[in-house]
């Protein structure tokens, strides 16, 4: 089992930047693909990105290409979520979340497709 920790949250103003961290421990942390998502008051947990286990490899939802990067740093068991160019709708609470499944899956932008979750970190934008 891993243990996910978010961390970096806050309020920012629309155009700014935050950066998210995701702290694991507990099992090896670069055995899982990790993810994050985000859920706003009132709708469903949505698809932020992905990274690969090895880091090679990202994927992004339309609403965060170009303005959101993931990386990880297999040294400190982190991922982390750079968030540029902030909108208001970009308000919610954000969760990382880990893949221990060893194949590829199309369902990657899944919910269920992860096995372990943060508690989540709210960023809130204001406009």
């Known amino acids: 089992q891993v243990q996910l920790v978010e961390s970096g949250g806050g309020l920012v103003q629309a155009g700014g930047s935050l950066r998210l961290s995701c702290a694991a421990s507990?099992?090896?942390?670069?055995?899982?693909?990790m993810g994050w998502f985000r859920q706003a008051p009132g709708k469903e947990r949505e698809f932020v990105g992905r990274i690969s286990r090895s880091g090679g490899r990202t994927y992004y939802a339309d609403s965060a290409k170009g303005r959101f990067t993931i990386s990880r740093d297999r040294a400190k068991d982190t991922v982390y979520l750079q968030m540029n160019s902030l909108k208001p709708e970009d308000t919610a609470v954000y969760y990382c979340?880990?893949?221990?499944?060893?194949?590829?899956?199309?369902?990657?932008?899944?919910?269920?497709?992860?096995?372990?979750w943060g508690q989540g970190t709210q960023v809130t934008v204001s406009s």
């Open positions: 979340a880990a893949d221990s499944s060893t194949t590829w899956s199309s369902d990657y932008n899944l919910p269920r497709t992860y096995d372990y």
């Open positions: 507990g099992r090896t942390f670069n055995n899982y693909a």
